[in-house]
């Protein structure tokens, strides 16, 4: 079986399986003829990109006939726990800042990526999370003082944010949430137990940027995780479509974003209304977003690669940005470096 990257997405074993367990798609009868080694490679996959217990989920909907053997089950198994229990403890942490942060500041605790996203999802403890991501925009020089004077430490690298380990998980109390000092105006509604979250159509505002700047500035393939995510997003109930589109018109992910809901589309077989991305095809965003090599040790072969990329999919790139990839990455990159030295 080849290298997950290796294939197109829609003839993954890993993504007919989610779209079966998560969205409602066919039964994949083809299980009952992998081999032991092909559900090795599909677990290792899932790790990969992000979904080991999305997998699982799926794989116990399945009759029992067509699951894996025993010794792979068990490698899932264990991994959900972990999952399971990371998510849990994180979860904790962030109910004690939230009230915190509250009672101390009178700052709320607007939550943003993590158990934002999670509560979106069938299960929300079986979505992966890392660090604990608030914005808290103007109070975030309040909450820094706070936490210092109490003998944590703050970890300023980024100017967007201030991070520090609370509870034993990692906090980023965002400044600003964009990269380009162009955020909006953000709004908050009520998450649960205390905490607030960003309103749908702002939270995808804010992923779309997110994960195409990971995409482009790091070269860091998209995810499937992040596929899903978005996925439930505007998949979720009175989603606003209309309100999106107002966010991101103008923006650098107008059209990406609506690129990425079409290729939702077709991998997870779902409807969500999307524009329609200037002409471009579904499969581009795979091409362009996904297929990404392994990080060189050699800033030389770093950048041919990168500008070989750009010169291929010139005109792909055009369309979604109305200009070249060289200067969008080559020439911007260097004067937002140089902007953030400046403010540091």
Not at 88 to 107: D, M, P, Q, Y
Not at 227 to 251: C, H, P, V, Y
Request: charged share 25%; with cysteine; aromatic share 12%.
């Amino acid at each position: 079986m080849p290298r997950f990257e290796e294939k197109t997405l829609n003839e993954s074993t890993l993504v007919v399986l989610l779209r079966y367990g998560l969205f409602g798609g066919e039964m994949p009868l083809a299980m009952s003829r992998m081999s032991d080694s092909d559900w090795l490679d599909v677990f290792v996959s899932s790790r990969q990109q992000a979904v080991t217990a999305l997998t699982y989920d799926a794989l116990l909907k399945l009759p029992v006939g067509m699951r894996p053997p025993r010794k792979v089950l068990f490698h899932f198994v264990s991994i959900v726990q972990t999952i399971e229990e990371d998510n849990a403890n994180r979860e904790r942490a962030l109910v004690e800042f939230a009230a915190l942060i509250g009672k101390e500041l009178s700052v709320p605790a607007v939550v943003v990526k993590g158990s934002s996203l999670a509560g979106y999802y069938p299960v929300p403890g079986h979505r992966e999370c890392g660090d604990n991501d608030l914005y808290t925009g103007t109070r975030t020089d309040d909450i820094e003082k706070y936490m210092r004077d109490r003998g944590y430490e703050i970890d300023n690298e980024d100017v967007r944010h201030a991070a520090f380990r609370f509870g034993g998980k990692m906090f980023e109390c965002h400044r600003q949430l964009l990269y380009h000092n162009d955020d909006p105006q953000w709004s908050s509604v009520p998450l649960r137990d205390g905490l607030m979250h960003l309103p749908a159509e702002e939270e995808a505002f804010f992923v779309a940027k997110h994960i195409e700047h990971h995409a482009v500035f790091f070269n860091e393939p998209v995810r499937l995780r992040d596929l899903i995510d978005w996925s439930m997003l505007l998949a979720s109930e009175n989603f606003d479509q209309d309100r999106l589109d107002e966010l991101k018109r103008g923006t650098d992910v107008e059209h990406f974003a609506d690129l990425m809901t079409a290729y939702c589309n077709e991998l997870f077989g779902i409807g969500i209304k999307c524009g329609a991305a200037n002409g471009l095809s579904p499969q581009v965003f795979e091409r362009l977003y996904m297929q990404c090599p392994e990080r060189h040790r050699l800033a030389m072969v770093r950048v041919a690669r990168r500008s070989w990329k750009y010169l291929r999919y010139g005109r792909e790139y055009r369309k979604i940005y109305g200009q070249s990839m060289f200067r969008r990455f080559y020439i911007n990159n260097v004067i937002n470096a140089i902007r953030n030295r400046m403010t540091q």
